[in-house]
């Protein structure tokens, strides 16, 4: 074996490949290779989400397809796991020894207006793929915001500010490229490989092989009624009880979500935000923009938000509905999930969110994403359908800036979470886990059912289990009844 992997998966100590095996790879594909000790490499394992940066023994940058096919043919000449980064968005579990595939590079677009698709390469991100589909008025299914990487977010379900009116990102799947964990490439779509597109649609995030490519469905959608009303933190427990009977009554032209939010005091944050606490209801109504703002007027008759930024915009300019950071950060997310929003989970969520007097905010924010519509309904015979029938979708975002904080952050997310139990399904949306939280909740994303067909999918594909650092693919126990 020419590489040294017996270093603890979550040590300090990083493998250092010999210069000749490095040499041989590089002399193979397009696209860089690092290794530990080479400039270049810390760029290259550091992604979007700062925390818990693995040390890969290598590093690869493929400039194309085939460069992929040969960095997986080359981990299994070396006897190596294989993780996979776009974006660096909800990373997969510590990667330290591994070869990492840095797909940044792949990152074409193309639009068939006739046909309302696009073919996107492993390393777009939604920014390009909004943009080219919007000169058609078409958009894609993308998130809360388009610094994320499509590919990526797709694999894991994909919920967006079109989700109750057209889906998950998954559903809008029409094919895939897809390089195995025997380094062969192959199509797959619903007539080639059926039942590996099955799983690769909510299963297959960093689990099943590299997708380089996939074809997607585009969408009418030029002009939203979208955007934020701010109120005060305060208010937020009666705003909670109040967005828990609205939201059900809506159409699924709209896709809205109530947020807890604690803004930094950072100079970048407008000054009317700056350092303060709000509860936010936001959304995106994908109808007629009139009838968008008469759902909306009814909170404002309810009571007069401090801050109204709801309104008729281009859906290019969607990223100002969630107003996430663009820049790199030391983020800790996790999740859970309701049928129902009793007033326990009210009070739990209000606490939990907002701090103390005279104490700073261990959370940023607490997001409740109202479900159904489309999600649902494509649910049953999704890879992911078990969290996919249930109304409420809980994220909690924390900032780690001081790392002495990251154990009383990882705490505050840890009570919060055991406090909400009792009112939860059980069931985990994993593209809002990252790391070992995704690892260790995997069972409750997938139905028996549904799980059993993935761990086969997984063994037939990869039963070395080279690609052990995203979605965790394996069978429940025999006597395990169904969600």
């Known amino acids: 074996m020419s590489l040294d992997t017996t270093a603890p998966a979550h040590s300090d100590l990083t493998v250092r490949p010999r210069a000749s095996v490095l040499a041989t790879l590089r002399d193979t594909i397009a696209g860089e290779v690092f290794g530990p000790d080479d400039a270049g490499y810390d760029a290259a394992r550091i992604g979007f989400s700062l925390l818990g940066a693995s040390r890969p023994a290598v590093i690869t940058m493929p400039a194309n397809a085939f460069d992929v096919v ?17 974006t660096g968005h909800g990373p ?66 994909g919920f967006g500010w079109l989700g109750r009116r057209f889906g998950l990102s998954a559903d809008a799947v029409r094919s895939f490229e897809l390089v195995t964990a025997a380094g062969d490439p192959i199509h797959v779509s619903a007539t080639s490989h059926p039942e590996i597109f099955w799983a690769l649609r909510g299963g297959g995030t960093g689990s099943l092989g590299v997708v380089t490519e996939m074809e997607i469905d585009l969408f009418e959608v030029s002009t939203v009624y979208a955007g ?57 109504w994908c109808g007629d923009p009139a009838a968008g703002a008469a759902v909306i007027d009814e909170w404002r008759r309810w009571k007069q938000p401090a801050i109204d930024m709801w309104g008729e915009m281009p859906f290019a300019a969607v990223d100002a509905v969630s107003m996430d950071p663009t820049d790199p950060v030391p983020a800790m997310v996790t999740t859970e999930s309701f049928d129902d929003l009793p007033d326990e989970v009210v009070e739990i969520l209000t606490e939990s969110v907002y701090p103390a007097p005279g104490a700073p905010p261990l959370l940023m924010f607490g997001e409740i ?81 549904a799980a059993r067909r993935l761990a086969a999918v997984k063994q037939n594909l990869d039963p070395d289990n080279r690609f052990r650092h995203g979605f965790e693919l394996r069978a429940p126990h025999q006597n395990q009844p169904e969600a």
């Not at 040969?70 to 776009?86: K, Q, T």
């Not at 000169?135 to 809360?144: D, N, T």
Request: net charge negative; with cysteine.
């Open 92 to 157: 997969g579990t510590n990667s330290d020894g591994a070869l990492l595939i840095n797909t940044s590079r792949l990152d074409g677009v193309a639009v068939n207006a006739q046909q309302r698709t696009a073919r996107i390469g492993a390393g777009t991100t939604w920014g390009p793929v909004l943009a080219a589909a919007a000169e058609h008025g078409l958009a894609p299914l993308l998130g809360s915001t388009t610094g994320v990487g499509a590919v990526g977010y797709t694999l894991g379900g």
């Open 228 to 284: 934020n009303l701010f109120y005060p933190a305060e208010d937020a427990p009666e705003v909670l009880r109040k967005f828990r009977e609205w939201a059900p009554r809506q159409s699924d032209e709209l896709t809205s979500s109530i947020t807890l939010m604690n803004f930094p005091p950072f100079d970048e944050v407008p000054e009317p935000m700056r350092g303060r606490s709000f509860v936010l209801v936001r959304g995106c």
């Open 70 to 86: 040969e960095a997986v043919r080359f981990a299994i000449a070396e006897d190596l796991r294989v993780a996979i980064m776009a």
């Open 369 to 449: 994403r109202h479900a159904g519509g489309a999600i649902a309904a494509a649910g049953a015979e999704a890879a992911n359908g078990r969290a996919r029938g249930d109304r409420f979708l809980l994220e909690f975002v924390a900032m780690v800036g001081d790392p002495h904080a990251g154990l009383a952050v990882e705490s505050a997310l840890q009570v919060a979470r055991a406090r909400l139990a009792p009112y939860t399904t059980g069931n985990t949306y994993l593209n809002f886990t990252e790391g070992d939280d995704r690892a260790g909740r995997s069972g409750q994303a997938f139905s028996p059912s």
